[in-house]
């Protein structure tokens, strides 16, 4: 087997369990969206040694705009994200972030020049017929995704679609762990401006710090196996990484049967719907990934 093959599944796992841990720490201990966005960038401050420790930490001077407006883009995407992960399953909103393909296909070809075939214009579609799989409910409506909520989400992979053009901008000057490791500064100074006004409700607990120090872990573990990943095959490593909805869609449909109350709870029907448009979603994402 292939070693970047299992370094971007194991991405994708991690990047499951981060998922889900972010949704558990939002649902029984931070439940305040500034707050919760504020303390993972906080968090994230703490891996920079390991960082450190795995490559050259280079001056970023010179990429310091792209690197910024990254920074921006990437906090913009999640400031909304994270609105609508306080209303939506975990299990709809992991599988909805395929829908940033779309918007990564439209600025590639606006802002890169990138040409693309027009069957790339059948695998969005089939994206699209995923995403309203995935939105279905009990009473076969796509509530999930004709909604206000749906629309806050597209902004924010809106903004995420639009970091990515940035990174690769900022990849000219620095790689990618020094990107991670940059941004991992500035994004905290840019969260502050959630906080400034916040006052004494700024304080959080222990227990409350550990599961968003848990989320955080995994999310940082998943870059760098992505990383890692992508030093040996970028072009299939991408889409690979992507299996991490599928990942999620299996932890809240098993602990939807262990333990309906904690997490999210739905029929079997609703999840088989779900795994379906999540397999429709993986299929076109990897099929434009190879275009």
């Known amino acids: 087997m292939p070693l970047y093959l299992i370094l971007a599944l194991s991405a994708a796992f991690c990047y499951s369990l981060n998922a889900v841990w972010l949704k558990i720490a939002s649902k029984y201990a931070v439940r305040e969206r500034n707050l919760l ?10 891996f920079l040694p390991i960082i450190a420790l795995l490559t050259k930490i280079q001056n970023p001077l010179s990429g ?6 990254f920074s921006l883009a990437y906090f913009l995407g999640n400031y909304f994200v994270t609105t609508v992960l306080f209303r939506y399953d975990i299990s709809v909103l992991h599988p909805f972030f395929h829908f940033q393909t779309i918007f990564s296909v439209s ?15 059948f695998w969005i579609l089939l994206i699209i017929v995923g995403g309203f799989l995935v939105g279905l409910d009990e009473k076969f409506r796509p509530k999930a995704i004709v909604s206000k909520n749906f629309l806050i989400f597209l902004i924010g992979i809106f903004f995420y679609a639009f970091s990515d053009i940035f990174a690769k901008k900022t990849m000219e000057f620095i790689n990618f762990y020094n990107l991670k490791f940059w941004s991992s500064i500035i994004l905290p100074i840019i969260g502050l401006s959630l906080i400034s ?15 968003v120090l848990i989320s955080g872990f995994f999310g940082f573990a998943a870059h760098l196996f992505l990383f890692n990943a992508f030093s040996y095959n970028i072009t299939l490593s991408q889409p690979l990484a992507m299996f991490g909805s599928l990942f999620t869609l299996l932890i809240s449909a098993s602990l939807s049967r262990i333990k309906p109350k904690f997490l999210e709870h739905h029929t079997p029907k609703v999840y088989f719907l779900r795994g379906l448009g999540i397999i429709l979603m993986l299929s076109a994402a990897m099929m434009i990934s190879r275009i």
């Open 107 to 121: 600025f590639a070809f606006i802002f890169l020049g990138e040409k693309f075939p027009l069957s790339t214009y």
């Open 197 to 211: 006004s916040m006052g004494e409700n700024i304080k959080i607990s222990k227990s409350q710090i550990m599961l």
């Open 37 to 46: 966005i504020f303390y993972s960038y906080l968090i994230g401050v703490s």
């Open 64 to 69: 310091v705009v792209p690197l910024f407006l």
